[in-house]
């Protein structure tokens, strides 16, 4: 299906924004190409017209046009001031850790890519991350009505920008690219390499999304009436479990995953299957030990993720089923029915 896509280039010595049009496309079609007004479409982005805008030059100003209707992933730009710059550390490390934890949960299936652009702004310490999250597609009023039904915008201290989820459409900067007249680049966090910059693309197409899953069902918020007082009654999410063996089998047999946000879905799973107990934690100390990158390892902020995890009702989905799909998404199945046959108990 063919998608309205659009990348504009901000021109900082001439003071204008132009469009960026592949010269593949140039080639193929007479529409008129003015700035901002072009919307040229695409059945799928070529590599190579990615690789030409995602450059390390020192002054990118190139963003993709996002509006209601073409196809997106679901992301989301969190912006924070840390009141000093000593500060700063833990307010990065804090709102990096509970958008990944909050993410995970939300899209049990899917890759989280992260970039920042932190720095200074009007002469405060900035704090910026963009997450954009692969194998799932949306649009941007389903995505507005899904981070609704979440409550996303409420806890203040997630500082969760929601007037980046514009219908009439605005403007994404892509990475390594800056905002006129700011000295802040977004650089990716993980997925750096590049064969992995369409982690960070929002626009969803055959090239920039692995999958494209529809996002997970949840209840839109309805406005009851008013009803006598009763006692509050805790609603109880029942999660699937497997025995011991069987849980170690299946994370023997997906490929290495130390992607913080892969890594964290692991321990919430270890941490749900095993009801929280001592067991699911020597598992996930274990697997975590085995991280190629050693250095990265320490038991006892292990352990205390581990302990935060009781916190963090909003991750209670994910269970073993998460290792079973990432096995066969590792070891993709020649019959179709083979991964149906293997995963659905009769």
Known sequence: MESNIIIKNYNSQRNLTLEYTPVWFKNKTKRD????????????????????????????????????????????????????????PGLIEF????????????????????????????????????????????TMSELRN???????????RMC?????????????????????????????????????????IIQ???????????LPNFTKPTVSPPVSPVSPVSAVTVIEKCNKDKFVDLLNQIKPRYEYADWLKIGYICYNNFEGSSTGFKIWDEYSSRDPEIDKYDSKKVLDQYQYFSKQTSLNTLSFKTLMFWI????????????????VSL
């Not at 039904?149 to 409420?154: D, I, K, P, R």
């Not at 993709?332 to 029915?337: E, G, L, R, S």
Request: hydrophobic letters at 30%; aromatic letters at 16%.
């Open 33 to 88: 190409r003015g700035p901002f007004e072009a919307k040229p479409a695409m059945v799928e982005y070529d590599e190579s017209d990615y690789k030409s805008l995602l450059k390390r030059r020192a002054d990118n100003y190139y963003f993709e046009h996002i509006s209601d209707g073409p196809k997106i992933k679901p992301f989301y730009d969190i912006d924070s001031y840390a009141s000093s710059e000593e500060d700063l």
């Open 95 to 138: 709102l990096k850790s509970a958008w990944e934890t909050k993410l995970s949960g939300l899209y049990p299936k899917g890759s989280i890519a992260v970039a920042s652009s932190h720095g200074l702004k009007d002469d405060k310490h900035a704090v910026s991350f963009h997450f954009v999250i692969s194998g799932y597609e949306t």
């Open 328 to 343: 066969n998404e590792d070891n993709p199945t020649k019959n179709q029915f083979e991964f149906w046959y293997k995963t």
């Open 146 to 156: 899904f981070n609704d039904a979440h409550q996303l915008y409420a806890d203040k």
């Open 204 to 214: 969803s197409n055959n090239f920039t999304n692995f999958e494209k899953l529809a």
């Open 160 to 200: 969760c920008d929601n007037s980046v989820y514009r219908l009439k459409g605005g403007n994404m900067r892509l990475l390594f690219s800056k905002k006129p007249g700011s000295s802040r680049k977004k650089i990716p966090e993980n997925y750096k390499s590049g064969c992995e910059f369409q982690y960070h």
